[in-house]
Every structure is written in C-alpha cells, then in structure tokens.
T-cell receptor, first 113, second 111 residues
Framework: KAGVTQTPRYLIKTRGQQVTLSCSPI?????VSWYQQTPGQGLQFLFE???????NKGNFPGRFSGRQFSNSRSEMNVSTLELGDSALYLC????????????FGPGTRLLVL | GENVEQHPSTLSVQEGDSAVIKCTYS??????FPWYKQELGKRPQLIID?????GEKKDQRIAVTLNKTAKHFSLHITETQPEDSAVYFC??????????FGAGTRLTVKP
C-alpha cells in the first residue's frame, strides 16, 4: 500500500495570508489526524477526522480548521497566518477499527514571513 | 485532557550502552502507548507499542514497560548503535485516536 502523502511539501507565506494543506491517507484508512510540530513544542494535536466528521480537537485557535472528503482525503486550513504558525504540519492516518496506530505523512513545512 | 511528560529531553550514550526514556501520563483511561522514532528530516515512524493489558513488550533491542498504577511507561534500547540516533516520542491514547505526544527525547549515540 502507498503511504500517507501530503502536499505541498514546502510552503512560504506572509502574515495575514491563508493556507490550505492536503493529506491523502493510506488506502482503506478512514481516520486522519493533524499535528503541528515545532522545535520547542514537539507534536501538538490539532484535530482528527473520521468519516468526514471532526471527532477530536486540540487546543488551537479557530484560525485552524479542517475537513475530510468522502474519499478520506483531508485538508487543513489556516487563516490569517501569524509568524508563530511556522512549523512542520504532519498528518497521520489510521484504520481506527483495530489499532490506534497512526502512520505519518512526510509533512508540509510552512514558513510564514 | 491527557498530558504526557517525557524525560530526558536529550540523552547521549556511548555506542553499545543502553538508553532509557521515561514518560508519564495523566489520564488513567489511556490504554495505548506507542513510541515513535523521528530521524532528521523524516516523518515519525512507529517502533513499538504497548497496550494497558500488557506490562512489557520486547522487539529485538527495543523494549517497552508499562506501570499502570504509577501511570508511567519507558522505552529501553539495548546495545545502542549510531543509527539509533534520532528523536523519540512517546504517546498515550484512550482510543478513538485521541492521542497525545510527549515533547520528545533527542538521543545521540556516540561511536
């Protein structure tokens, strides 16, 4: 099976702009979780989608949102970008039916100038 | 919500020595504890996991122990090799992908 893929891999934006990141899970996986990774904060949970519904949400402001499509692909959107949003954004998929094991994508590195 | 603390934040060992990383969690309902290894510039990869009905699990040079009463779990790497150098993350989950990660431990194995 192909692994989790994320696009784009790198992105440069300026403050105030918005950005949309995409994640395609492993075939058959219906759960997609998003994480923000920064050097000082480790892996911070953003939200999780399952069957097109947000099931869990981390402690991030409303500028961070997401959605999931019927084919399980997920998008994450960040509006009104701030310098502190610069990070590696990772998505992870799991089949949720048996193991909670999450498989990570390569990430999208976002730089906000 | 769940809070996972991980120690130490950095660990340096000599090749061949053992390395131990410890994590504590706050939610007694957590029942799944994976460990991930992230090499520089790469994605986190699952290396071992344990469920709350098991006290210890081993896979070659890697082992994980779980103490439910004390709410802590540990990763043990024996006979460390330079390729073990990476950042290691512990995590705790009470199912349904409500997973929380520790802050990570940067392990350096010196040849």
């Amino acid at each position: 099976k192909a692994g989790v893929t994320q696009t784009p891999r790198y992105l440069i934006k300026t403050r105030g702009q918005q950005v949309t990141l995409s994640c395609s899970p492993i075939s058959g996986h219906r759960s997609v979780s998003w994480y923000q990774q920064t050097p000082g904060q480790g892996l911070q949970f953003l939200f999780e989608y399952f069957s097109e519904t947000q099931r869990n949400k981390g402690n991030f402001p409303g500028r961070f949102s997401g959605r999931q499509f019927s084919n399980s692909r997920s998008e994450m959107n960040v509006s009104t970008l701030e310098l502190g949003d610069s990070a590696l954004y990772l998505c992870a998929s799991s089949d949720r039916t048996n193991q909670e094991t999450q498989y990570f994508g390569p990430g999208t590195r976002l730089l906000v100038l | 919500g769940e809070n996972v603390e991980q120690h130490p934040s950095t660990l340096s060992v000599q090749e061949g020595d053992s390395a131990v990383i410890k994590c504590t969690y706050s939610d007694s309902a957590s029942n799944y504890f994976p460990w991930y290894k992230q090499e520089l510039g790469k994605r986190p990869q699952l290396i071992i996991d344990i469920r709350s009905n098991v006290g210890e699990k081993k896979d070659q040079r890697i082992a994980v122990t779980l103490n439910k009463t004390a709410k802590h779990f540990s990763l043990h790497i024996t006979e460390t090799q330079p390729e073990d150098s990476a950042v290691y993350f512990c995590a705790a989950s009470k199912g349904m992908n409500d997973m929380r990660f520790g802050a990570g431990t940067r392990l350096t194995v010196k040849p």
